[in-house]
């Protein structure tokens, strides 16, 4: 399929909660990664099916939410493509360390959406 989701991730407000819900309630095993400047990134493992990752809330004093992911073969003609379309650029293009590149945008109908592009092998 042309296009999957290929990574959920939470936005939340306290992360060690999250974490410890989300791990009771699923088994889902977590592993944190160190982002730099203090910031960790706690990646989910979910067996089978889409995994994801959950950090604490980039931005301070909005709520905790999910966010998808959908894969694309080039970030940049993507998210160019979707504003063309009446979306709106969150978040432009960025580079996510070694992994690839994202970019959030908001459709026309108010709905988020991460755009996501790994860096070529």
Sequence with gaps: MANPFVHVELNTTDLASAKTF????FGW???DED??????YTMIDVGEGTGGGMMTHPM????????PYVLVDDIVAATAKAKSLGATVIR???AVMEAGSL???????????????PKAE
Excluded: C, E
């Design 22 to 25: 989300y791990q009771t309630l």
């Design 29 to 31: 095993k977590l592993h």
């Design 35 to 40: 982002m730099g400047g203090g910031m960790t």
């Design 60 to 67: 301070p004093g909005q709520p905790s939410h999910w966010l």
């Design 92 to 94: 432009d293009v960025m």
């Design 103 to 117: 970019s959030i945008i908001k459709d026309p109908n108010g709905a988020v959406l991460g755009l996501w592009q």
